[in-house]
């Protein structure tokens, strides 16, 4: 104990050398602002890069861990479009996650149920809603930037 | 009908229709009619941002070293943009507000109009970015005969509609000398005129907007001018908003839910309906022309722009329940906007401008044993 005092009353001698002397060193202060010449910024890719659709495969089961109940997998619902395309959707937060991670491309742009850009036609089946989503929906339409499926279906998008 | 601004009669709230019932007294959201209206009001409150959070340091000198084609591109874009919002600023509350009869969509159409001011706003911040002189900008936009045109076609709809609209207020319907000139006021008429100025608005937000946004993120897709595509990725945020809200009011009346007369009258202008939308997309084509006249840009040029005006109409007048108008396009030809146009990527806090991860108020509180490495006892 008394060698850990006596070592740090070495080390607050050591550190005389640092005193308030209203020298600032030889930088000089700066006043002019500093514009960006973007020199630095040459050959980055643009920002969007940098945003967060899902950056795992969403069908991945670790991709949205969930409580495993024994003897009782997730569901698999089959998911048919009217092209005659079929995926399955098992593991994704939501049916438009699913269908991106199987390379169908849907039209989005909120992702969250206002935009209705993702709006498709529900021809079979029936699919459950996370949250109610404000865009228009006619009564045969779903989002499905906000829905899962709750049976296999069949959508035209 | 004059208008009043506490209506004393006594009736129930929520019997009324939209517009054209009884004028608007207290202003209560417990029980809605059209719930939809005050779920608008909510998110488009949690939207809330102003352009001064958005550093564009870096766009002045990207602008100063664009080549003079992309600054013509760019400015003219902007000239637009200005115009679009100066009109949605006022526009909706001026037309509507006298008109309307349910305390939560008042509220909703006073909520969108100020959303607008703030893209004007935004406006100014960036113009003032990129040149010495705003004037120079701001006053082409009443001069230049092609931003003119377009302010006519953006405008004509509310215009009538509203010079009908302050007769029925100071005369209410019948026919009136007004001037020496005969003016006939029917509630039919009106109730026409306020469909037609709804699905302009719709076209002029769902349509003209996102052709504009499209050549915003044509310049940031490259790296370039991207304080000013973060503003414009909030604005189309709040957009996406507005559309959906018209989309609505203008479903809302198709289907004479609280008014049977406006079924009707929609039934009867679906041709005039295809019309606007149609003609929008021909402006919007016609703009496009004028836009790349000098020169196209990297990653877009007239014709991708032209398809685009049309996969947007197809998609905007579908969503409205009316077949397409260009079946022939089906994929959309700039599928890099939609990333742009994701909200999830939308956060600004003003310590933060670079990232648009950031969560304001959020805490870091993960700790790693190599943070305390300088850590000396």
């Known amino acids: 104990m008394s060698a850990l005092l006596k070592k740090q009353d070495d080390d607050s001698q050591t550190a005389d050398g640092f005193e308030l002397t209203g020298d600032a060193g030889e930088q000089p202060f700066e006043l002019e602002p500093v514009i960006p010449d973007g020199s630095e910024r040459a050959g980055e890719a643009p920002r969007q890069t940098e945003f967060f659709l899902p950056e795992q495969n969403p069908e991945q089961p670790e991709a949205t861990p969930q409580i495993e109940f024994e003897g009782m997998p997730r569901p698999v619902f089959g998911v048919t479009l009217h092209d005659g395309r079929q995926v399955a959707f098992q593991n994704a937060a939501t049916l438009l996650e699913s269908l991106e991670a199987q390379n169908i491309e849907v039209h989005y742009q909120c992702r969250e149920g206002y935009c209705g850009s993702c709006r498709a036609q529900l021809l079979e089946g029936s699919v459950h809603y996370h949250e109610e989503p404000m865009a228009w929906l006619n009564d045969d339409e779903i989002l499905p930037c906000c829905c899962i499926p709750k049976s296999d279906i069949k959508i035209k998008l | ?377």
């Open chain 2, 1 to 377: 009908m004059a208008y009043t601004t506490f209506n004393r009669n006594e009736f129930d709230t929520f019997q009324q229709p939209m517009f054209f019932g009884e004028h608007v007294n207290v202003a209560r959201y417990d029980i809605q009619k059209h719930k939809i209206f005050e779920n608008l009001i909510e998110k488009q409150l949690s939207f809330f941002w102003r352009p001064e959070e958005v550093d564009l340091a870096n766009d002045r000198k990207d602008f100063i070293d664009l080549p003079e084609h992309e600054k013509h591109i760019f400015v003219s874009n902007l000239k637009y943009q200005t115009l679009l919002d100066s009109v949605q600023g006022r526009s909706p509350n001026i037309a509507f507000l006298p008109v309307v009869s349910l305390p939560e969509l008042e509220t909703w159409i006073e909520t969108w109009s100020f959303s607008e001011t703030i893209h004007s706003r935004s406006y100014t911040h960036i113009v003032r970015n990129i040149v010495p002189n705003p004037a120079e900008i701001f006053d082409d936009i009443t001069k230049n005969e092609y931003i003119v045109r377009r302010a006519i076609s953006v405008t004509q709809y509310y215009d009538k509609f509203i010079e009908l609209s302050n007769y029925y207020q100071q005369l209410g319907e019948g026919t009136h000398k007004v001037n020496g000139e005969t003016v006939e006021v029917t509630m039919r008429e009106l109730k026409r005129r306020l469909y037609l100025t709804m699905v302009s608005v719709n076209v002029l937000e769902a349509i003209r907007f996102y052709v504009s946004f499209a050549c915003s993120f044509a310049f940031a897709e490259r790296a370039k001018m991207e304080g000013n595509a973060k503003i414009i990725k909030l604005i189309a945020r709040d957009e996406a908003l507005h559309l959906t809200g018209t989309q609505h009011m203008l479903q809302i009346m198709a289907r004479g839910k609280d008014d049977a007369e406006f079924a009707d009258i929609a039934e009867e202008c679906r041709d005039d309906v295809v019309r606007i939308f149609a003609e929008a997309a021909q402006q919007e084509k016609d703009w496009a022309e004028y836009l790349f006249k000098d020169g196209s840009m990297i990653g877009l040029n007239k014709d991708i722009l032209c398809q685009y005006v049309e996969y947007i109409t197809n998609q905007r007048i579908a969503a409205l329940g009316f077949e397409q108008i260009f079946p022939t396009i089906k994929n959309n030809p700039l599928p890099w906007i939609n990333a742009w146009l994701n909200s999830d990527n939308v956060q600004v806090a003003p310590q933060e401008a670079e990232i648009s991860s950031y969560l304001v108020g959020a805490i870091d509180s993960e700790i790693d044993t190599a943070d305390l490495g300088d850590f000396d006892l």
